[in-house]
């Protein structure tokens, strides 16, 4: 009967599993190191301690809203909102904030309330209302960015010189803070996703929702705590953005939504949902931080930037082929 | 006792049933004759000539491009590249005339073949490698906008030629963009109706498979819808230019969104194979207005953002809950928000 | 306290337009392995539904026992808390995880700190597999076993919910051979454990290899139950079937013709292997397998849907290169396909929009679809099939399954196609129904198409045919006259014997 099985603890069978299975995985961090190493020869800067972590600094942000759009993807949604919640809460934090101390924590907590309750509010309109996401979110994201714009148009207040310092510029020996805030998210969820039973049953709603349902998950609970828990970290990554800044920046979050998908989706994370690994979204944020790292060493021109941009994301798009 | 007390309730409900059907059903109509109403109570000025004629003009640039729109909805897909298109459209146009009619055909027909090789790759992409058609759309907008940065270098271009000013101006009461966009409507909707691809887009958007199985070409479909909705981005991005005056980078953003709400909001489905361009005309009317009313009500500009996003939601929800109770269920649409939103309490008989 | 696992007392369930089940009752002694018989359309899926909890009785007359108490099964889970558990042919498993998390789906063990132990879920897994006589490693993706394997994943899944029931929706279908007798050791097995097995199939040599009893129903309703030991094989045909064949299938009149289709040593991708055989005008070939023998593949094929790898089709004389199914309805070949509701109809569009769909250019003129010419062929051919329907306009979505299939296949009369394949095309549709579309079948053949049938209904293939193919594992196990064959001698060459 299990003659053409896979069988049990034969080790060169199970390497080769690993290896068939993650293929991908494998293909995106050989493309990184290959890019390491044609950077590090074009210039001896690159390979700099102070230039490694600056690079992984920039890419704390889009590295904790690219985790949050995984998780969506991985589980059959999405969030186009994400950048208009960073804006909205970067300036509303900053604004009312205007660098004073005693309003630090309860603007801090402000600013987690308001991408949380976002991600409730998603969350509770397509599980209650049956919205699609892509839908939902395209028009939350004018909603959201409506309110932000309402409040202000131009940079506006600014944060303690300590928050900042705490969010973004302080550092952990020589490691800055945000790395490590990325790293704890990071492990975090991956365990989460990887060996909590909430984590894997968000890989079984994404695989086939109904099937979900049947083996007696709570679907809808699921979806909403997910679009919470991703408000969560989205309300992270705007702080985060915001000490970077000091101040409410009005494109603070501009087209970062996108970027994330991007990652995710250079990443190997599947738009069929139920399949796909936050190893892979890793992969994807150090890629597209490379690759803006590489750009800003060999001084491109600013104007051709978001032409490379472009061509990296569509090219992602045609080599990934998603199967039906 | 019980049973006649049943027909009665049998014999009364559905007249207010009917009623409700009929207000869903046409909801928008509703909507857009309370909607002016509203207006013309909130702001005197709003039947003024002047304000009639800007509101056409302005509906008829977002009219033009959201019938491309509706095209690439009914399909099965989104087209969020449209904004850039317009954009990169009312830049061309600018730098080949330089405010002289003299090339002006020559870039009326390049940019309009720009559009449609964006709708082109676009459609390659989606049925080719079979990607989200958001996810290429907006990747595609980035690579254009990156394409046309690289290529002005950031510096706002010259004038568009005086041919293309025309395009936007109003003569006497007619607004010569609403003329434009009323032909190309009549052009659109008879495409969509009355021809063979038509037909083929409802039977690809509804059901793809089914549409393969009767000898349809579903990738060839997709891709011209796509085509069409670049074909009409440019145009509307033509006639824009001729209104702002000049090519400006920033030129087409926020089309993608309004175009979307437009269609949806005038009832074409997301799902596919339903819907029609007169909805879609109807949806940019109210769009119009709100704007409109936004800025007589002396709001900030960023509140349109609001409302845009509010009225999609408001515009799925109803449209959802339409759809449900015309498909065999008995319950209204009242009825059906309620238990929507309303979590079922479920009857639960435990077996030991 | 009875000695009934299982009582379904008075079943009656109503589908609109359709009674599905009509006072039905069955009852399961615990630890027997039961049959349940019946031709497609007979019933069964709804009743295994209802026992489920996927669907409930109609009215407060049906009654459902577990261990003798009544229980109400509102929904899936309800019956498996109850100790129910089915295994559907679409199995209800999730390719991209791993064969462990699909049998505890939901239910993964954890420690303490609320971490998944894998180690401890996956050695579960094994030992559940293992005691089912399956050897693989539990962290394997699902999606890379076979066929087989997956239905014993779904099996061990139901053992780890404590199933005291299980229930098995025609296993066999997708089955031959060794497999098959895998099965029934591992139902075997079963038995031992002390669990109930509720087996579903048309297949009277494993009912008599594996079943204790059988409960035969027909058209909704029940026919009998019986003890295998003490039945003859004619018997349960008898119950089964209960009319001859001369009653339901017309008669096949006139010779045939020329030959119309050519197909040499065909291949794809999706299969088929290596399959050959001619058409005539005016006959109508049958082809038989059992499920995932390639029927539906060979159907995509000759359509064009599945590009071939080797071989050639001939039609009226000329090659045909690089088919494609625009090219296929240009050259006069209709598909009426397996599924229906996703392959054959846009369910959201009106009957006139589906019926015109591959006949559009008959209709336009100056690139215009011409509406009167449109509406009365259309009406022609409703009227010809007998649609039963408010007008041309109705949405096809709330026609009954047997109009929707004339529907189908008005699509195709328009293109006087010289090929007609049909793909399963009495599949959930009524039997008033379903003796209507055998005439219309025979009548495509009288007007000189030439007609494939694909059925897995054998009494279907059998009263229809001219001639019978039978396919097994993508390639053609044997050809059969009409007049020699037999249900035996189908199911012998589709087991691959």
Known sequence: ?324 | METSSKNKRKKFSPSINQIKVFILEHGIYVFLVLLILLSSILSPSFFKTDNILNMLRSAAVLGIVSIGQTYVIIGGGADLSVGATMGTAAILISEITKGENNNVAIGIIACLLVGVFIGLINGLLITKRNMPPLVVSLGMSILVEGARLAYTQGIISGRPAPFIRELAKIHGLFPVPLIIMVVLFAIASIILNHSPYGRKLFAVGGNPEAAKYSGIKVDRTVIISYMISGFFAALAGLVLSGYIGYGDRYLGTGFNLDSVAATIVGGTSFEGGMGGIGGTIVGVAIMTILFNITLMLGLPINVQLIVKGLIIIAAVLMYSIMQTSALGSKSNGANLLISRIKSKVKVRKEAK | ?497
């Open chain 1, 1 to 324: 009967m299990s003659t053409a099985s896979p069988k049990a603890n034969d080790l060169k069978q199970q390497i080769t599993r690993v290896f068939k299975d993650n293929l991908l995985i494998f293909t995106i961090y050989g493309v990184i190191l290959i890019m390491v190493i044609f950077a590090s020869l074009s210039s001896p800067f690159f390979l700099s301690t102070y230039n490694l972590i600056t690079l992984l600094k920039q890419a704390t942000v889009l590295g904790i809203l690219a985790v949050g759009q995984s998780i969506l993807i991985i589980s059959g949604a999405i969030d186009l909102s994400m950048g208009s919640t960073v804006t909205l809460i970067s300036l509303v934090v900053a604004g009312i904030m205007d660098s004073r101390e005693p309003l630090v924590i309860p603007m801090v907590l402000f600013g987690l309330f308001i991408g949380t309750g976002i991600g409730f509010i998603h969350g509770l309109l397509t599980t209650k209302l049956k919205l699609e996401p892509f839908i939902v979110t395209l028009a939350t994201f004018s909603i959201i960015q409506g309110i932000a714009y309402a409040y202000t148009t131009v940079p506006k207040g600014g944060i303690t010189p300590e928050l900042s310092e705490l969010l973004y510029y302080g550092q952990l020996g020589p490691i800055p803070l945000p790395v490590i805030y990325f790293f704890l998210i990071f492990i975090l969820v991956y365990v989460l996703l990887k060996f909590t039973k909430i984590g894997r049953n968000i890989y079984a709603i994404g695989g086939d929702a109904e099937v979900a349902r049947r083996s007696g998950i709570k679907v809808e609970k699921i979806k909403i705590i997910r679009y919470t828990f991703v408000g969560l970290l989205v309300s992270i990554a705007a702080l985060i953005a915001t000490g970077r800044m000091g101040i409410g920046d009005p494109l603070a979050g501009q087209g970062m939504e996108f970027d994330a998908i991007t990652a995710s989706v250079i990443g190997g994370i599947s738009f069929m949902g139920g399949r796909g690994s936050l190893i892979g979204t890793l992969g994807g944020v150090f890629l597209l931080g490379l690759i803006n790292n590489i750009m800003v060493m060999s001084n491109v021109n600013m104007y051709y930037q978001l032409l490379i941009k472009g061509i990296i994301v569509i090219l992602a798009v045609a080599i990934y082929k998603q199967k039906k």
């Open chain 3, 1 to 497: 306290m009875s000695d009934y696992l299982i009582e379904l007392i008075d079943i009656t369930k109503t589908f609109p337009g359709v009674r599905a089940l009509d006072n039905v009752s069955m009852k399961v002694i615990s630890g027997e392995v039961h049959a349940l018989v019946g031709e497609n359309g007979a019933g069964k899926s709804t009743l295994i539904k209802i026992l489920a909890g996927v669907f409930r009785p109609d009215g407060n007359k049906s009654v459902i026992k577990i261990a003798g108490e009544e229980v109400e099964l509102n929904n899936p889970i309800i019956a498996q808390e109850c100790g129910v558990s089915v295994i559907y042919q679409e199995f209800n498993l999730l390719p991209y995880l791993s064969v462990t998390e699909n049998i505890f789906l939901g239910r993964l063990p954890t420690k303490k700190s609320g971490i998944i132990d894998w180690k401890k879920a996956n050695s579960n897994a094994s030992e559940i597999l293992l005691s089912l006589n399956l050897d693989i490693d539990p962290r394997t993706f699902l999606k890379d076993l076979s066929v087989a394997q997956k239905q014993i994943v779904e099996i061990g899944k139901a053992l780890s919910l404590n199933a005291r029931i299980i229930i098995m929706d025609e296993p066999s279908a997708v089955l031959a051979g060794e497999e098959l007798n895998y099965l029934f050791e591992v139902i075997r097995s079963l038995k031992e454990r002390g669990i109930t097995v509720v087996y579903i199939s048309h297949r009277l040599d494993e009912i008599f290899e594996i079943a204790d009893r059988a409960t035969v129903l027909k058209d909704g309703k029940l026919v009998g139950t019986l003890k295998i030991q003490d039945a003859e094989k004619s018997e349960l045909i008898e119950m089964m079937i209960g009319r001859t064949l001369d009653e339901t299938f017309p008669k096949s009149s006139n010779g045939t013709g020329k030959k119309i289709l050519e197909v040499k040593n065909i291949s794809t991708k999706n299969l088929i292997n290596n399959v050959s055989f001619i058409l005539h005008k005016g006959e109508v070939l049958g082809i038989a397998g059992l499920v995932g023998s390639g029927k539906t593949e060979l159907a995509r094929a000759l359509f064009g849907v599945d590009s071939l790898t080797n071989g050639q089709i001939i039609i009226d004389e000329k090659t045909v290169k690089n088919i494609d199914p625009k090219k296929a309805v240009e050259l006069g070949i209709g598909l009426v396909p397996e599924d229906r509701k996703s392959q054959g109809l846009v369910l959201k569009l009106s009957i006139k929009k589906n019926i015109t769909l591959p006949v559009l250019k008959f209709f336009t003129k100056i690139g215009l679809i011409k509406k009167n010419l449109e509406i009365k062929y259309v009406k022609d051919h409703m009227q010809a099939l007998e649609i039963k329907a408010p007008g041309i306009n109705t949405v096809v979505q709330q026609l009954s399954g047997g109009n929707q299939q004339k529907v189908v296949v008005a699509k195709w009369l328009g293109t006087n196609p010289n090929v007609f394949i049909l793909d399963e095309p009495t599949r959930g549709i009524d039997v008033g129904t379903k003796k209507e579309m055998y005439n219309i079948i025979r009548d495509l053949a009288e007007d000189g198409a030439g007609v494939i049938m694909m059925s897995s209904e054998l009494l279907e293939i059998l009263g229809m045919s001219d001639r019978i193919l039978v396919m097994h594992q993508g390639e053609i196990a044997g050809e059969l006259k009409s007049d020699e064959a037999s249900e035996e001698r189908i199911l012998r060459l589709a087991i691959g014997e």
